[in-house]
């Protein structure tokens, strides 16, 4: 990802990054006050391209996210909507701008009641901002809960108030907005659930914050799209052969051979050259009669780690996968963590999916302490818990920890010396370097058996053609997102790859032709 540079649109700020960006706004030379009339002027814009004229109440609070409030309100009463705004807090703790703005505004300013939502159409929701971090209590808690009762539509100012901006953790309870703007760039939240469910429609707007701001920021987090890693992609070659394009090598155990049958397809269909799928002799002519282009090695039975580990004397196997449907009862387990050792020990770009991060539940240092070479592993929350039990509870980083997908990732990636996929709806990839992509094409068809061992199949895949691991994981995930909508209601697992060549025929027109 040598090219991902900093002005990407696709950089995801933290609520504190983002105070670090508007200070260096004000450094060079944008005023707060025009920050906060941009961004109440974008949040007045959209609302009005959006609904038409009606009784709209103005809910502000403390901070400079009631400021923009003030703004807004403004805005919308000089477009002739009738507006009524209530303030929770006290004036002379206001900043001088959003204290300007509120001296502004002519109308009533009311006090916080849920009296107030009787002749409403539409709330704006400028209580808080992306940078909370307690639950809301007294009036701003009963409003909310009004607001969850009452189902009036919402536009929400930066984020729908009570979601950390950060982790996308809800404090204390949270009303959906069917709108939410949020200004110079997306925050995690915005991307992780449960905040990202309660956000509806995005709006990022800009608010004159200069972009060259960002090259002061180590920023690492990143929102997945091709833009990322596109120009590493790895399209065959015009004079190229297949051995061009690697050779995977895929292990299946003897039960479950539907698992490690759709990693192998799934490596062949996004472009290995050539792929091996290994298997103990008993379930061989099951492989090797379901299966055509992947060819299929027989391991011995009582040596099939040893098997395993000669084929890897071919050095042309350039990319491992391990996991799907390896098996973890009694013996299997023991070989699986032999075959995945032998893996490891190569230094050869590896994928570890399900069973082979289950098989060392209670020994993951094991098997961190292997890792030295490219590796991706990815695990569901239900394998992540599993292999990474003290990053789960840890308290360290904040109290809500647990809903931290992000920084779980992170360390998890970071102890493990693995690229970490951990997977879901909101699917963080984070590096052992500290970089992280939070992904957000997936549709929810893609909660069904099987996906998961898709997606090892196409990391594989572009693993074995010399994509480095973060790159590949973040291609493979989006990808996987894509084929999912491609295919929509009524996926099954075995679509994906059959789809996988009209996702990959868009994205080589709009990405491979400048
Ligand atoms: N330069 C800037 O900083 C800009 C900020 N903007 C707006 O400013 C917002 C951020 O402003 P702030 O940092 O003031 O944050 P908030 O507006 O979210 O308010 C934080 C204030 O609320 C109090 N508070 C926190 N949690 C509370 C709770 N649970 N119950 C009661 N009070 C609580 C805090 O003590 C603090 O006074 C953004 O969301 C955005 O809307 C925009 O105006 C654009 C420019
Ligand atoms: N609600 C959802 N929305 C989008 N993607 C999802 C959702 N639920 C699961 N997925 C994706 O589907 C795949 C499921 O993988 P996994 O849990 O390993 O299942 P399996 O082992 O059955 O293949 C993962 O890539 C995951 O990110
Ligand atoms: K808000």
Same mark, same amino acid.
């Given at each position: 990802m040598a090219h991902m540079h900093k002005q990407y649109p696709q950089l995801l700020l933290t609520a504190s990054e983002m105070g670090m960006a508007d200070k260096s706004a004000v450094v060079a030379g944008v005023p707060v006050m025009d920050l906060m009339a941009a961004a109440g002027k974008a949040v007045a814009d959209a609302v009005l391209e959006r609904w038409s004229t009606c009784s709209v109440l103005v809910l502000c609070g403390p901070g400079n996210n009631g400021g923009d409030g003030f703004v807004v309100a403004k805005l919308l009463q000089a477009a002739g909507w009738s507006v009524r705004l209530a303030f929770m807090g006290s004036v002379e703790k206001l900043s001088p701008e959003a204290a300007c703005f509120f001296h502004a505004w002519q109308g009533e300013v009311e006090e916080y009641s849920v009296d107030l939502l009787e002749q409403t159409d539409l709330v704006i929701d400028a209580m808080f901002g992306a940078g909370l971090t307690r639950s809301l209590e007294g009036k701003a808690r009963d409003m909310v809960d009004a607001l969850i009762e009452r189902e009036i539509p919402i536009c929400a100012v930066d984020?729908?108030?009570?979601?950390? *901006?950060?982790?996308?953790?809800?404090? *204390?309870k949270v009303a959906p907005a069917e709108l939410t703007v949020t200004f110079f760039r997306k925050k995690p939240g915005h991307l992780l659930f449960p905040g990202r469910g309660l956000c509806g429609e995005l709006v990022v707007a800009d608010i004159g914050i200069p972009v060259t701001v960002l090259d002061e920021l180590n920023l690492q987090t990143w929102e997945n799209s091709p833009e990322l890693w596109y120009r590493d992609y790895p399209w065959p070659r015009l004079d190229g052969h297949k051995f061009h394009r690697g050779h995977a090598l895929v292990f299946g155990g003897e039960n479950i051979t539907g698992a490690s049958r759709l990693t192998a397809r799934s490596a062949m269909r996004i472009g290995a050259g050539l792929v091996t799928l290994a298997a103990p002799i008993k379930a061989w002519a099951v492989y090797a009669t379901a299966l055509t282009g992947v060819m299929v090695a027989k391991l011995e039975q009582s040596q099939e780690a040893e098997d395993f580990e000669e084929l890897l004397l071919d050095t042309r196997h350039n990319a491992i996968a391990v996991g799907p449907g390896a098996g973890l009862a009694g013996f299997e387990s023991i070989r699986t963590r032999k075959i995945v050792l032998a893996a490891l020990i190569t230094g050869r770009a590896t994928v570890l999916d399900a069973d082979a991060l289950s098989a060392f539940a209670n020994d993951p240092q094991t098997l961190f302490d292997a890792i030295n070479g490219p590796c991706v592993m990815t695990p569901h929350e239900g394998e992540f818990a599993r292999l990474f039990p003290k990053i789960n509870k840890s308290p360290e980083i904040n109290n809500n920890l647990a809903d931290d997908k992000l920084t779980r990732a992170r360390l998890a990636a970071k102890q493990s010396g693995a690229v970490v996929v951990l997977k879901g709806a909101d699917t963080v990839i984070a590096s052992p370097d500290g970089r992280a992509i939070i992904n957000s094409n997936a549709p929810a068809d893609l909660a069904t058996g099987g996906s998961g061992d898709v997606l090892a199949g196409f990391i594989l895949g572009l693993l074995a053609q010399g994509m480095s691991p973060f790159d590949a994981a973040a291609a493979a995930v989006w990808m996987h997102g894509e084929v999912g909508n491609e295919v *929509?209601? *009524?996926?099954?697992?075995?679509d994906l790859p059959e789809h996988l060549p009209k996702v990959l025929a868009v994205f080589k027109r709009q990405y491979l032709s400048p």
């Open positions: 984020v729908p108030s009570g979601i950390d *901006g950060t982790t996308g953790a809800v404090l *204390g *929509g209601a *009524g996926l099954i697992a075995e």
